[in-house]
């Protein structure tokens, strides 16, 4: 087994991992490339453990993430023992990665290339290999496992490239000056020697329900480098401010790879079933769109200035919710549709923890908190200057009648508990933001004031409750729970969407968040019980919701000291699992994780524009 080696650096340049356990490497060691329809997972060492194809959310064709005996790679690396070490071209989602051994060093750069005009591949996965010094013996070797490892593949050569197929999908292996490829029963493999001056490029060229192509090596060039400067084009347009550019920077590249270009969707993460704890059952599908992270999107590509991006998920946002009005569902399919049945697959899952998820039974829950994300989101929308059609402003008033129906319903909350339904304080604020939005674009005859009176006796119903319930004396804090002395760091969005509380209740809710559920920079979700066994990670979005919520409430030097600290834990490449482990600092749970990136830039933005104010 090859081992990756480490050097001394800071945490989040870390030149190596520890190598791999068990056949499966650290999650901190993956990096993300993609094409505005999947996302590839390349470990440090150059193995590419996750492709979905044709699409994000399809089955993988890739899987030893979640299987190393059974699911699926296509490595590539030295033969001999190396010390890695990698980097984003700049501005780029395009890798490099670098390795070093006794007898020389090369460069692997990974991309996942744009379609150009003409005949190319309906996905194309592109990996180039440059000798530098001396000479390496390289190895690679692709094991496709179609349909997620559930169905025969096959493998042959056509007009003598080599091929694999099942069904309607195939793949196409395309090599130059990476030796001879060798197919087998199993896979497709090969070796060659890289030495000063030696370019090799490997190719996988993927179809779904169409024919196969087989490019030339000239058009596969072309469209790198196209490729290469697409992606510098769109990060220059970006729009950033402060001392933590970069860190936003990346956190866009990352977020633009999670964006469903066909629709406009973005999907929570690129992956399915990352456990939260290793062994454990807390690992879900995030391949899907949540309401819940609406707002928090609209908000950070209007800060970066991704006009385009922030329009289509709008409308793709109205659609979808089209489909169940006035009831929002929790998430939707990347395509807008709204069935996502979980079940579970016979695999043996990262590091031995199942089950396997595929679909997320989140879908059918009542989450309350969804509403205010929604008309946030269409405040959002409308304060940037955009329009809301006459149609979309009858459904959004239509929202806020419903709200004002079912807010005083117990729900599942922000954080989707699989316990029984209870009154989280999260969500009645949520509501309360739902009817305080549609009265605000009512009064600027955006939508149809009509019921605007309900909504404010329904606004005015909520905050009492809340001041009246959800407060604990014990905790001097607002509560998880309507009753109780539970803390929730969901309870940090009060601030950050500027809920009307009670003379410092909301200082004194951060302070006790901070008290009670933060370890240094890291933050756990929630106090109590939420019907699943096992445990969790600290979950890094919340210490940025608290970067943001100490600015707001003017203790600026405690949020950019922790923001300092938060900025240093991304991995070697700036992303994000969605939580870690303090102890080891070990990513958990599913990546990229497009609500922590999303939480970076809304704080770093904030802390930007209490700098320059």
């Not at 520890?18 to 060492?45: H, K, M, S």
């Not at 440059?130 to 042959?156: I, K, M, N, Y």
Request: proline share 5%.
């Amino acid at each position: 087994m090859t081992e990756a080696t480490g050097v001394s650096r800071p945490m989040n340049e870390i030149a190596a991992a520890t190598g791999r356990i068990d056949g499966y490497a650290p999650l901190r060691d993956y990096a993300a490339i993609g094409d505005g329809r999947t996302v590839a997972l390349v470990a440090r060492d150059a193995s590419i453990d996750w492709l979905c194809l044709p699409n994000l959310d399809s089955p993988w064709l890739f899987g030893a993430l979640l299987d190393e005996a059974n699911g699926g790679s296509f490595s590539l690396s030295p033969s001999d023992r190396f010390e890695a070490t990698r980097r984003y071209l700049p501005h780029t989602n395009v890798l490099e990665t670098t390795f070093r051994t006794q007898s020389g060093s090369l460069r692997v750069t990974d991309a996942m290339t744009l379609p150009s005009s003409g005949l190319c591949p309906e996905r194309e996965l592109v990996r180039v290999v440059d000798g530098l010094d001396g000479s390496v013996e390289v190895a690679w070797r692709v094991q496709p496992r179609f349909g997620s490892g559930f169905e025969s593949t096959h493998f042959g050569r056509r007009s003598g490239i080599p091929v694999a197929w099942s069904g309607n999908d195939a793949i196409a292996v395309c090599s130059w000056d990476a030796g001879d490829p060798v197919v087998s029963s199993q896979g497709i493999s090969g070796s060659f020697m890289s030495a000063p001056g030696t370019r090799a490029f490997i190719s996988l060229s993927g179809a779904h329900q169409e024919p196969l192509v087989f490019p030339p090596r000239a058009d596969l060039e072309r469209r790198l480098i196209s490729t290469i400067a697409f992606w510098r084009s769109w990060t220059l347009g970006r729009s950033t401010a402060g001392p933590w550019q970069k860190a936003m920077i990346r956190s866009a590249l990352a977020l633009k790879l999670l964006v469903h270009a066909p629709s406009g969707a973005i999907a929570a993460a690129a992956t399915t079933s990352l456990p939260e704890e290793l062994g454990g059952g807390r690992n879900w599908d995030y391949r899907f769109c949540w309401v819940r992270d609406s707002a928090f999107t609209v908000e950070a590509l209007l800060r970066l200035g991704c006009t385009k991006e922030a329009d289509a998920f709008f409308w793709w946002l109205m659609h979808a919710s089209q489909r169940t009005h006035p009831r929002l569902q929790v998430l939707y399919r990347l395509d807008g549709s709204s069935r996502a049945p979980e079940h579970s697959l016979p695999l043996d899952g990262y590091r031995n923890s199942q089950p396997v998820r595929v679909g997320n039974g989140a879908a059918g829950q009542v989450q309350l908190d969804v509403y205010g994300d929604l008309l946030q989101t269409a405040w959002l929308y409308a304060q940037s200057g955009a329009r809301l059609d006459a149609d979309f402003g009858r459904r959004l008033a239509g929202i806020a009648d419903f709200v004002c129906e079912i807010w005083s319903e117990p729900d599942a909350g922000i954080w989707e508990v699989r316990s029984e339904p209870k009154h989280f304080t999260q969500s009645k604020i949520m509501c309360w933001l739902a009817l305080d939005r549609a009265e605000r674009l009512a009064g600027k005859h955006l939508i149809p004031d009509d019921h605007i009176e309900r909504w404010r006796h329904g606004s005015g119903e909520i905050r009492r409750f809340v001041e009246e319930q959800c407060w604990s004396e014990a905790k001097q804090s607002y509560a998880r729970v309507a009753g109780s002395d539970e803390l929730d760091a969901s309870l940090l969005l009060a601030v950050l969407f500027g809920y009307p509380a009670g003379e410092k209740r909301l200082e004194q809710t951060v302070e006790a968040v901070r008290r009670e559920l933060a370890h240094g920079p890291y933050i756990y979700r929630y106090s109590g019980d939420d019907g699943l066994g096992g445990k969790e990670g600290f979950f890094l979005t919340c210490s940025f919701w608290l970067v943001e919520a100490l600015a707001l409430v003017g203790r600026c030097q405690e949020a950019h000291a922790l923001m300092e600290e938060l900025v240093g834990l991304g991995n070697d490449v700036g992303l994000y699992s969605e939580e870690i482990d303090p102890k080891t600092q070990a990513f958990l749970g599913n990546l990229p994780q497009g609500l922590c990136h999303l939480a970076l830039i809304n704080a770093a933005g904030t802390l930007a524009k209490g700098r320059l104010h």
